[in-house]
């Protein structure tokens, strides 16, 4: 038997920062996201020798010991698939070890803004659901994941990437005072979800596995800048997380109504007020990446993510749409497409054993 499973990344449209529950515990956070055509990607193959075989192909670490009923958190060598195995075997199997091998994958680049990391613990986490039939709902694993990264493996970010990989689609999601989430499915025409694949694209200007590592880094220090700031009520922050919480109401509002012009005018303003919650959101790199890619075709360009780097969103008129491909080429990095994807996490059984020969070790 072989599980696999996948769960999309996404792309912050706005509100991004208010899902930190320092901000959102006191004062209450929105986000508007989208999932989109990549993924994160998990293959679970049960073995019977007592035995724990794990290979991340994000960032080449390799595991192989004895199926014990916690492995130990290693510093950051696959500390979260570490870190989803010991809670399930806790949670759900009484403590008793599980021989497995498992591999991952993802679309993105660790640390790249789409989310990738709670991405790739839901994926894991939806592996061992269809495996061991815990029956988790879209709410109780993005709460489940969320849970594991924050209080169990102390790492710090927000809770809006745990939901979006989890349900998938355009989502409106409205974190609670009290520490409740509340996930707003939105529905769009196709016509309206044509306009935006249309007029949207994103830009990647780190490429390599050491790049990479940078910007996850940088990530952190961010967001770590960010909770310090909200917890001493520093009022600048305070300010623009205010500003960034109703820019996520108006954008929703914006594509209900289909007005693109005041969604651009929105993302411009979004990026301005992302950049007052730290001073190290942006660079001068990437303000000349920005500035470039303003100057040839693009009406609006925000980081997808906590900032300092990653996978910028850029917003166009479609007609100048292969003409900024064209100019982006000139760059560094890589531009891709944007295509929407529907559905959160997946997972799926292949029963035949002749589908894949699995080498042991």
Known sequence: MIIRSKAPLRIGLAGGGTDLAQYS??????VLNATIEMYAYCTIIPRSDGKIKIRSY?????????????????????????????????????????????????DA???????????????????????????LDPYGMAALAYDIERNDLKLAGGK???????????NFIEFKKNGSVVVNSLRFDKGR??????????????????????????????????????????SRTLNAMTDLK???????????????????????????QKKRTSDIVSNKQLEETISFVLSHGAEAVKVSGAG???????????????????????????????????NGAQSWIINDKTALKTERV
């Open 25 to 30: 515990d006191k004062f209450g956070g929105a």
């Open 58 to 106: 994000d960032n080449g670490n390799d595991l192989f010991t004895d199926a014990v009923s916690v492995l130990p958190i290693d510093g950051d060598n696959l500390i979260l698939h570490r870190g989803v195995y010991n809670r399930v075997v806790k949670q759900f199997n009484g403590g008793k070890p599980l021989s497995f091998e498992m591999s991952t994958s993802n």
């Open 109 to 135: 680049p660790v640390g790249s803004g789409l989310g990738t990391s709670s991405t790739m613990v839901v994926a894991i986490l939806e592996a061992f659901n269809r495996w061991l039939g815990l029956n």
């Open 160 to 170: 809006q990437d745990q939901y979006a990989a989890a349900f998938g689609g355009f």
């Open 193 to 234: 979800i044509n306009e935006l694949e249309s007029s949207l694209l994103l830009y990647y200007g780190g490429c390599s596995r050491s790049s990479a590592k940078v910007q996850l880094e940088l990530t952190k220090n961010i967001i770590n800048n960010q909770i310090e700031s909200a917890k001493q009520s520093e």
């Open 246 to 272: 109703q820019s996520a109401y108006d954008m929703k509002d914006y594509l209900f109504t289909g007005d693109m012009q005041a969604f651009a005018e929105s993302m411009r303003l979004g990026w301005e």
């Open 308 to 342: 300092g780097g990653g996978f910028l969103l850029v917003y166009c008129n479609p007609v100048n749409r292969q003409t900024l491909i064209d100019e982006t080429a000139k760059l560094p990095g890589k531009t891709y497409p944007v295509s929407f994807s529907k």
